[in-house]
């Protein structure tokens, strides 16, 4: 992690790696330790402590993890002031606005993600979870053994640990690479002037999120993807929006592309680039990663500890246990689901799993997980797609709405998206949903909701929605549903019934 370079570093520091913190006594022995404090790791702390359990909470870097320092927060900071820049520069051609004149000031907009995510680390800071209980260690952790851990030069032994190390960014093998002062998406919040041209590799939620994000701060970006369309794990069509959208912002896309070669020429880093057979030279002012995540499970001593791991990271049963029955594991460092809200949930498991012999606990593969990427328009996705429902067995109906028939979308002007819904054929029973729309984030919940709970579109179109919403596309999926179960044999029924009512 740098080191403080303003008034909000410095307070950020001071929250979650505070100079001055001074690690307590070790207990006798910990009913739990925990591994990591990023949002998984300080929701199992919190929780157990809060039961009264005694508890040890070890983090080597900040406290908050990369949500906090380095991804969820941050990034959506920087997204949220993009968006203003663009609504602003739009608002005189669509709506009638006053123009504007000029550039914005990224040096303001860094300041004010800067200033937020300082704010915000209160919740997180050692502080806090020490007056809730907790022992806060700063430093490294590492297993000694099967139910001791050593940090700062003290073992901790323990009754159960987890371990919440989380992830960190994959660098790709691409030769000459290491040489350009690449960023990740850690060192990008540390720019101080906006790139005239950023080269981003992978266009992933990440990769797209940034690459528009900057395109409507005023760079010139390129995004660089190896598989056949960006978003390679959503709706093709979901992603073709995403792609117009992108392409509307100044991004250029490549699709089907492999770098083969970095190199620094001065104060430029050039990529050679793999396209349709040809290979062309790109010049970028910054390159920045975003090809994937990797695990963090190197200097924790899992082999002493004896837990199995491999290259996709810890390997946990469906109650979250490693191979060893003392320590758990939860998060992007088990998980293939790297979501913030999945470490959150995860953890709520893991407590009861780990402490009190599963009661109160559960199963991981009974989890429904939504996800967004919170491009413009976003992108959510909750359940299974139409492959994993049809390879599960699943007979699948589909019913798409476009958003140019939901009337807030088209006064809104936002009617690009759309809403998928995957249906058990014959019934109203919801297997899985994509939503591509400028909030589809907020809609999603009522989706996952209905996944989760096994409520049908026989409920959800009962449930009456105030108009105008860009909501009301859930209950048109609903209405057409409906219209699909009136069989031909059916209406026939009501047309006789209605020529014999008088």
């Known amino acids: 992690m740098p080191l403080p370079s303003d008034q909000y570093d410095r307070q950020l520091a001071a929250n979650v790696r505070p100079a001055d913190w001074t690690n307590p006594d070790p207990r006798q022995r910990y009913h739990l330790v925990v ?29 908050g993890g990369d949500c906090l320092n380095a991804g969820c927060v941050p990034s959506k900071a920087l997204i949220a002031a993009a968006r203003s820049w663009r609504v602003a520069a739009d608002s005189s051609r669509d709506f009638g606005g006053p123009r504007t004149v000029g550039t914005g000031d990224f040096a303001t907009a860094m300041q004010r993600m800067r200033r937020l995510r300082a704010e915000l680390s209160r919740a997180d800071s050692a502080a806090r979870y020490r007056d809730l209980g907790v022992d806060v260690f700063l430093g490294e952790g590492a297993f000694t053994g099967r139910d001791a851990v050593s940090v700062a030069g003290r073992v901790l032994r323990f009754r159960r640990a987890v371990i919440a190390s989380g992830s960190r960014a994959a660098i790709p093998r691409v030769p000459g690479l290491e040489g350009t002062g690449y960023l990740t998406n850690e060192t990008v919040l540390d720019l101080a002037q906006l790139p005239r041209h950023l080269v981003v590799l992978g266009a992933g939620p990440n990769g797209c999120e940034m690459g528009q994000a900057f395109a409507r701060f005023g760079s010139r970006v390129t995004l660089v993807e190896e598989q056949a369309h960006i978003l390679p794990g959503e709706d093709p069509d979901a992603a073709r929006v995403v792609g117009r959208a992108l392409e509307g912002d100044g991004v250029r896309l490549l699709v089907e592309a492999r770098v083969l070669r970095a190199d620094p020429r001065g104060s430029t880093r050039v990529l050679q680039v793999q396209r349709d057979g040809r290979t062309e030279e790109i010049a970028a002012d910054q390159v920045l990663l975003a090809a994937g995540r990797v695990p963090n499970v190197e200097g924790l001593g899992l082999e002493a500890a004896g837990v199995a791991f491999g290259p996709r990271g810890i390997r946990v049963d469906d109650r979250l246990r490693t191979s060893n029955r003392r320590i758990f594991a939860i998060g992007d460092v088990c998980s293939q689901e790297r979501f913030t809200h999945v470490a959150d949930a995860q953890a709520r498991l893991v407590v009861g799993n780990a402490l009190f012999f599963g009661l109160g606990g559960g199963d991981a593969s009974r989890l ?47 009617n690009g998206g759309f809403l998928r819904v995957h249906l058990q054929r014959g019934r ?34 009962s449930t009456i929605r105030p108009y105008p919403t860009q909501g009301e596309a859930i209950r048109k999926v609903a209405d057409a549903w409906r219209r699909a179960r009136l069989t031909p044999r059916a209406k026939r029924g009501f047309e006789r019934f209605f020529r014999i009512l008088r």
């Not at 139409?386 to 809104?412: K, Q, W």
Request: hydrophobic share 50%; net charge negative.
């Open 428 to 461: 109203g029973r919801i297997l899985g949903a994509t939503l591509v729309a400028e909030h589809a984030g907020e809609m999603i919940g009522e989706l996952a909701l209905a996944v989760t709970a096994g409520v049908g579109l026989g409920a959800i179109g």
């Open 368 to 414: 429904i997980v939504p996800r967004v990427t919170y491009t413009s328009p976003e992108v959510a996705h909750v359940g299974r797609s139409l492959g994993e429902a049809a390879g599960a067995g699943y007979r699948v109906d589909t019913i798409t709405v476009p958003f140019e028939a939901v009337d807030r979308a088209v006064l809104d002007g936002q």
């Open 35 to 63: 591994i990591g404090a990023g949002p998984g790791g300080l929701m199992v702390a919190a929780i157990a402590a809060g039961l009264g359990a005694r508890v040890a909470l070890i983090e080597r870097h900040r406290l």
